[in-house]
């Protein structure tokens, strides 16, 4: 549910985390926020990639569980300071 602007700025300051990622969808982009169904819908579509293929990392249970629910492979990141 972050901006485009916090994602680019996620993105340049662990680019050597960010590598190992495949697409990045944002809510404002998918014109959905989590944790409704319709922002996993978007990303399927737009990467072309189906649940069981897709790793959700979250700090809300309740968007992790969401996640579960459609098949996607999800963690719980329980210590989320500084990207808030």
Not at 48 to 65: H, L, M, R, S, Y
Not at 75 to 80: C, E, G, I, N, V
């Amino acid at each position: 549910n972050w901006s485009s602007e916090k994602i680019k700025q996620l993105m340049q300051e662990h680019s050597n985390i960010m590598a190992h990622f495949d697409g990045i969808v944002t809510a404002q982009e998918a014109q959905a926020r989590k944790p409704d169904p319709a922002i996993f819908e978007y990303l399927f579509n737009r990467y072309a990639v189906n649940a069981g293929e897709t790793t959700f990392i979250d700090d809300q249970q309740d968007n992790v569980i969401a996640a579960q629910k459609l098949g996607i492979t999800s963690f719980h990141l329980a210590d989320s300071k500084g990207y808030d």
